[in-house]
C-alpha cells in the first residue's frame, strides 16, 4: 500500500509562488503514475496537473495556464508541484495521488491512494 505526505503549503500573495511536495512509501514509486488535485471550499475536487511512471509526459489542467510545473524524482519518491504567479482562484486544499497502473489522467477514479492534502491560500 502506498502512503502518501503532502507538505509546502501555506499563505502566499498573489503573484507569489509556492512548491508543494508529495513524499511516498510503501510500493514501487518508480511504476506509479502521479498527480496533484485541488479542492476549493464549497467546490468539488479538481484535477491540476499529472505525470506518468515514466516521467516523461506530464497533463495539466486549462486553468494552470503555464503556471505550474509537475516534477518527479524517483530517488526521493516524491513528487512536486512548482506553482507560480498564484491567483486568489488557486487558494485550495491540494491533494497528491497514486495511479498503480503508472498511467496519469485527469479522474479521480484512476488513482488509488490519496494523501491528506496541503492547504494553500492566497491573499489579495
Known amino acids: 500500500q502506498v502512503q502518501l505526505v503532502e507538505s509546502g503549503g501555506g499563505l502566499v500573495q498573489a503573484g507569489g509562488s509556492l512548491r508543494l511536495s508529495c513524499a511516498a512509501s510503501?510500493?514501487?514509486?518508480?511504476?506509479?503514475?502521479l498527480a496533484w488535485f485541488r479542492r476549493a471550499p464549497g467546490s468539488e475536487r479538481e484535477f491540476v496537473a499529472s505525470?506518468?511512471?515514466?516521467?516523461?509526459?506530464?497533463f495539466y489542467a486549462d486553468f494552470v495556464q503555464g503556471r505550474f510545473n509537475i516534477s518527479r524524482d524517483n530517488s526521493k519518491k516524491t513528487v512536486d508541484l512548482q506553482m507560480n504567479n498564484l491567483k486568489a482562484e488557486d487558494a485550495a486544499v491540494y491533494f497528491c495521488?497514486?495511479?498503480?497502473?503508472?498511467?496519469?489522467?485527469?479522474?479521480?477514479?484512476?488513482?488509488?491512494?490519496w494523501g491528506q492534502g496541503t492547504q494553500v491560500t492566497v491573499s489579495s
Open positions: 495521488a497514486a495511479a498503480r497502473s503508472g498511467l496519469s489522467g485527469q479522474k479521480e477514479a484512476q488513482y488509488n491512494n
Open positions: 510503501g510500493g514501487t514509486f518508480s511504476n506509479l503514475g
Open positions: 505525470i506518468m511512471w515514466t516521467g516523461g509526459m506530464t
